[in-house]
């Protein structure tokens, strides 16, 4: 079946460092990506998309690339803020699955002063 | 503009008790409605999605059930609270018509279950 799996948690990072998220997924056909982050004690907001293979999302200054011939959907910052301290969710979705979204297991980013 | 709620966003309850956790969108009609768990340091696992007023699929099975009385109303009960059923609870929205899938999030209600 369809899955998402994400990098390992935590990563802590200074701000100002480079982030990446690493995110790969299986799926037959072509799903829509997505990058959702949870602030704490909140729900999840959608952070980007990209619904077909080239695409690009991009969003706060977070970039994803949907790469069909890796399977992969890396999120990407050129500089952190103490602000970006969250959980990330990387997740796809098939439009005849009635919209439901199938979340990776989320990856904790932590950003030091 | 689609607003989504849900309440109460903390809950503490015993072993045995009875649940009832309650979800409205407005500003939508006929949108498709979900309940996600995230237990402590995991993913989120889809419980039960609905398409439409008393159309409710379950996801896994489990000591939950789910209604939705209204088209706007998205109700997650249990009859007996288990330990396991700790965890913090969301309900997302999306539109039927959309081919992307995109889902928008309540702020979550967290049960803990002593």
């Known amino acids: 079946g369809d899955s998402v799996t994400q990098m390992e948690g935590p990563v802590t990072l200074s701000e100002e460092a480079f982030l990446t998220i690493n995110c790969t997924y299986t799926?037959?056909?072509?799903?829509?990506l997505f990058w959702y982050v949870q602030y704490p004690g909140e729900g999840l907001q959608l952070l980007l998309k990209?619904?077909?293979?080239?695409d690009k999302g991009s969003n706060k200054g977070f970039e994803a690339t949907y790469r069909k011939e890796t399977t992969s959907f890396h999120l990407e910052k050129g500089s952190v803020q103490v602000s970006d301290s969250a959980v990330y969710f990387c997740?796809?979705?098939?439009?005849?699955?009635?919209?439901?979204?199938?979340f990776g297991q989320g990856t904790e980013l932590s950003v030091k002063p | 503009s689609q607003t989504i709620h849900q309440w109460p966003a903390t809950l503490v309850q015993p072993v045995g008790s009875p649940l009832s956790l309650e979800c409205t969108v407005e500003?939508?009609?006929?949108?498709?409605l979900y309940w996600y768990r995230q237990a402590a340091g995991r993913g989120l696992q889809l419980l039960f999605y609905?398409?439409?007023?008393?159309?409710i699929s379950s996801e896994v099975p489990q000591n939950l059930s789910a209604s939705r009385p209204q088209d706007r109303q998205f109700i997650l009960s249990s009859k007996k609270l288990l330990l396991s059923d700790s965890g913090f609870y969301l309900c997302?929205?999306?539109?039927?018509?959309?081919?992307?899938?995109?889902?928008?999030f309540g702020e979550g209600s967290r049960l803990t279950v002593l």
């Open positions: 799926a037959t056909g072509y799903p829509s």
């Open positions: 990209a619904t077909k293979a080239d």
């Open positions: 609905s398409v439409g007023i008393g159309q």
């Open positions: 997302a929205w999306s539109q039927q018509t959309s081919g992307t899938g995109e889902l928008f």
């Open positions: 997740a796809l979705s098939r439009y005849n699955q009635g919209g439901k979204l199938i």
């Open positions: 500003g939508t009609s006929n949108p498709n």
